[in-house]
């Protein structure tokens, strides 16, 4: 089993769309984050979420908006998508104990046209 | 804010030696946690090793280990036996004790030399 999913693997879509990336733990972690990797490989948190309530909110465009209907999901809705958009976005999870680690998903590479 | 930087951004290592991957970060704390990731091709991360500060002794997983010199906030990763499989970029990471936040590093890229 997949300790971390996302879907799709990858999106490609035009200027202008909305478009939304799901995400599922089954590792039990109260904490789930969204990253970015640039095309330059720099990983950026962009949201935080724990036990579905938002605790880190990075200075991310209200283009973005994270949604966690339970503790196990974690999905990101982006509306206007633009080309700035472009990039492999990764999902995690995180065992809040002491030097507990980030759990990755594959990640799902978003290109905008 | 707490930073991670990785003054390396390439590397390149014959096949069966060693290689030290450099890392320093900022903090004004005492109680934090550090890791290293590693993402091949496949775009996976995958933790490598992590330690605890106020841990002294040096985490070691099979032919990696780390260097963690809390004054100088510095922790090197060294790749023993340097495999085809170590080839991937490598990224520091870190995060104070109760926040949820880990800062990544800018990443250094790992070329194996056969």
């Known amino acids: 089993d997949t300790a971390v999913s996302q879907t799709p693997k990858y999106l490609v879509t035009q200027m202008g769309n909305d478009k939304s990336i799901k995400c599922e733990q089954n590792?039990?972690?109260?904490?789930m984050y969204w990253y970015k990797q640039d095309s330059k490989k720099f990983l950026k948190i962009m949201f935080s979420?724990?036990?579905?309530?938002?605790?880190i909110n990075e200075t991310v465009p209200n283009r973005f908006s994270p949604k966690s209907p339970d503790k196990a999901h974690l999905n990101l809705h982006i509306n206007s998508l633009e080309l700035g958009d472009s990039a492999v976005y990764f999902c995690?999870?995180?065992?809040?104990?002491?030097?507990?680690?980030?759990?990755f998903g594959e990640g799902s590479r978003l290109t905008v046209l | 804010a707490q930073t991670v930087t990785q003054s390396q951004p390439e590397m390149s290592v014959q096949e069966a030696e060693t290689v030290t991957l450099s890392c320093t970060y900022d903090?004004?704390?005492?109680?934090?946690?550090l890791f290293w990731y590693k993402q091949p091709p496949s775009r996976q991360m995958i933790l490598v090793i992590r330690?605890?500060?106020?841990?002294?002794q040096n985490a070691t997983e099979n032919r990696f280990s780390v260097n963690f010199q809390k004054a100088a906030k510095s922790f090197s990763l060294k790749i023993s036996d340097s495999q085809l499989g170590d080839a991937a970029m490598y990224f520091c990471a870190f995060a104070n004790f109760g926040n949820e936040k880990l800062t990544f590093g800018t990443g250094t890229r790992l070329t194996i030399i056969p």
């Open positions: 590792l039990g972690h109260d904490t």
């Open positions: 330690q605890e500060a106020y841990k002294q």
């Open positions: 995690a999870s995180r065992r809040m104990d002491r030097g507990g680690e980030l759990f």
């Open positions: 903090t004004s704390e005492s109680d934090y946690y």
């Open positions: 979420y724990n036990n579905k309530e938002l605790i």
